[in-house]
């Protein structure tokens, strides 16, 4: 049998659990990319009713703080190029953003890999270039070995506005605080790769509900999900990894050996989170000399998010983005007001692209 | 933002930087994070780096489930037309 046929079987398994249950089941992922492959592929309207898979801090564009994202935009305004996954590009501060910030004349550059923006720099060495880096331990070495670089390089004019954070911290913060329901976690696949599912080893029995690590495809978080559900069930708060084949207990020696060379830990914003002591990465002394904020003095900035914005609760599943007042009718995928709908990997983005005439058709059902 | 894909090695220099073929698409590819890749390797690639080496095996997942789609598709087309 294909692995796509399976999925009406454990479809079956999970309905068969679900009805087992006078309660509703909370399963959560932390994974953007996860995110989009669940609304995307329809999986939440193939669900029981009682059911319900929420979006935990998994986007790193979402879960990047307000004052992270104003450091960003104040180094636009200066005479320097700043380049910048195309993610961060539409993601609103204070006073506009990158691509508001080019459209009034400043050098913003969208690249695919942070060694592209040491590339440009050695190319043009009249010029100073920034590389705004943000995401979690996926992204992270691919900074640290365009540090690495720009070092072999003798670059004078390239250096980085450092947000990357770690997603062990925010997963404690996140079930430390218990403020929302959980019975079942799905991990991230290629955080994973990097870390190795090691790391997550003893969440599960510390916080009292099963985790799965998954793939990106439709047929494998079907899978996790009905795993998810016959755990939970069993009442075996265990760690499974479901995505063997690129995700080793390990993880990736060479990538960890490039974070610990150059970053070293340090408190971070999160949106929705707060402040997490050691979540975030930051440059380690032997490479201050390519730390934007010191090269040019942009000092931490205190954000204002948007007052009716609810992405710090819909990041942290306490709320869903139907509970938002501004969701679809002021901020919507062209004019966004929060991050998780400017993100291709937001909660928000991905409910307003595939999900919300399920929800309006639900409610409508309900009057 | 984690989005990976995977692409086979078609070269690798002494400094680690190569191409990749990502379906019939050559991009460059910096191995530092999988040192012992050679050419003809399945490779995860993130960002412009690969992270990761995949086995044959996987590969063979990956295609099973592309070949399904491709064949679904067509069943579909037929379907219709």
Not at chain 1, 153 to 162: D, E, G, I, P
């Amino acid at each position: 049998m294909r692995l796509a046929e399976k999925i009406p079987l454990w479809l079956d398994l999970i309905a068969a659990v679900a009805e087992r249950r006078d309660d509703t089941v909370r399963l959560m992922e932390v994974c953007g990319t996860h995110t989009m492959s669940i609304f995307r592929s329809g999986i939440p309207s193939l669900l029981p009713d009682n059911l319900k898979l929420l979006s935990g801090p998994g986007c790193p564009v979402c879960v990047t703080s307000q004052g992270d994202i104003d450091r960003i935009l104040a180094v636009a305004q200066l005479p320097v190029v700043t380049c910048s996954y195309g993610d961060m590009l539409r993601v609103p501060g204070q006073d506009g953003s990158l691509e508001s910030a080019r459209a009034k004349g400043s050098d913003v550059c969208v690249v695919y890999s942070a060694l592209d923006s040491v590339r440009m720099a050695q190319a043009q060495p009249t010029r100073e270039f920034v590389f705004a880096a943000v995401g979690f331990e996926t992204t992270a070495p691919a900074t640290a070995a365009a540090v690495l670089e720009a070092r072999r390089l003798k670059l004078r004019n390239w250096s980085v506005m450092c947000s990357h954070k770690r997603v062990v911290p925010a997963l404690h913060a996140l079930f430390a605080a218990d403020t929302t329901r959980i019975d079942g976690i799905l991990l991230p696949g290629h955080v994973s790769v990097i870390l190795g599912s090691n790391v997550y080893r003893a969440l599960p029995s510390l916080y009292d509900f099963p985790m799965v690590i998954a793939g990106f495809e439709d047929w494998q978080i079907v899978e996790a999900v009905a795993r998810l559900m016959e755990l939970a069930a069993g009442r075996q708060m265990v760690l499974e990894n479901m995505y063997p084949e690129v995700v080793t207990p390990e993880g990736s020696i060479h990538a960890q050996q490039l974070l610990r060379v150059v970053f070293q830990l340090g408190d971070a914003e999160w949106r929705g989170l707060g402040n997490i002591p050691d979540s975030g990465l930051i440059l380690a002394p032997a490479f201050d000399d390519f730390d934007a904020g010191r090269r040019y003095g942009v000092r931490p900035i205190e954000g204002r998010e948007h007052p009716a914005c609810r992405c710090g609760e819909i990041i942290t599943g306490l709320v869903q983005p139907s509970d938002c007042k501004l969701f679809g009718t002021a901020c919507t995928p062209v004019h966004p007001l929060g991050p998780c709908m400017v993100s291709s990997e937001g909660t928000c983005q991905a409910w307003f692209k595939y999900h919300r005439h399920e929800v309006a058709k639900r409610e409508a059902a309900k009057l | 933002m984690c989005l990976a894909v995977p692409a086979r090695l078609i070269e690798v220099d002494a400094q680690l930087q190569g191409f990749v073929d990502a379906h019939s698409n050559k991009l460059p590819v910096n191995c530092v994070m999988v040192p012992d890749a050679v050419p003809g390797d399945w490779l995860l690639i993130h960002a412009g780096f690969a992270i990761h080496r995949l086995s044959e095996q996987a590969v063979r997942k990956t295609w099973d489930l592309l070949e399904d789609l491709e064949r679904r598709v067509e069943e579909d087309s037929h379907a219709i037309g």
